[in-house]
């Protein structure tokens, strides 16, 4: 091999060092930029997952409902959109493990249409229901295929007002055993990859599908 050879082989070889090197910089420099150069944090960051939601305090001052969601106790804040005269979000709340999924959809006269998402991107599930003259809205809340159906039974709150120990509430009518999204998410076959989603009453960053 002549000297020139030799030092073709080296540059080459050198070259491959470098992209390599910089193959192993690039992956974690989004975790860098996250924990701000922590290397304790970095190293006790889990693997990107969905992370439970938590009250939104926007929708604190949004008007209260409580009841029965099936078999299960749940606060519901339903409150009006800014920018669509029927359109109504918030969020609700299961009182026995504290999770929080957010609804989005409209109301017209005394009917309701929302959707729910457990990750605020995702549809999960759907009710519809019907309000009556006292305020208390009743319905179903069903999977976004329309299955497992779950009956659902909300009467206002006042300001102020304490919610009432879920034993001293009657289930809904006919109640089938709860299961939360998360459960259902598990269970239900996957959307296919690539397939497109569909906005949530309005809002264009919830959507169908994975």
Do not use: C
Not at 10 to 15: P, Y
Not at 55 to 70: D, E, S, T
Not at 81 to 108: F, I
């Amino acid at each position: 091999m002549t000297s020139i050879q030799r030092m073709a082989a080296r540059h080459g070889r050198v070259a491959g060092a470098v992209l390599a090197v910089a193959a192993m910089l690039a992956a974690p420099l989004a975790a860098h930029a996250q924990f701000a150069g922590d290397p304790v944090k970095e190293l006790a960051a889990p693997p990107s997952a969905q992370l439970p939601l938590k009250p939104n305090p926007g929708f604190a001052q949004f008007p209260r409902y409580v009841g029965m969601l099936g078999n299960r106790q749940i606060v519901l804040r339903l409150g009006a959109k800014t920018d669509d005269p029927q359109g109504v979000h918030g969020e609700y709340q299961y009182t026995d493990t504290g999770e929080v999924l957010v609804v989005a959809g409209d109301r017209d006269g005394s009917t309701l249409e929302i959707e729910e998402s457990n990750d605020g991107t995702h549809i999960v599930g759907n009710w519809v229901g019907t309000f009556a003259a006292d305020g208390s809205v009743a319905g179903d809340r069903m999977n976004i295929d329309d299955s497992n159906p779950q009956p659902f039974e909300l009467k206002p709150l006042a300001a102020g007002q304490a919610v009432p120990p879920a034993s001293l509430m009657p289930a809904a009518a006919n109640p089938q055993p709860a299961v939360s999204p998360q459960q259902t998410q598990q269970a239900a076959p996957s959307a296919k990859a690539g397939q497109g989603g569909q906005p949530v009453g309005g809002v264009s960053n919830l959507t169908t599908g994975d």
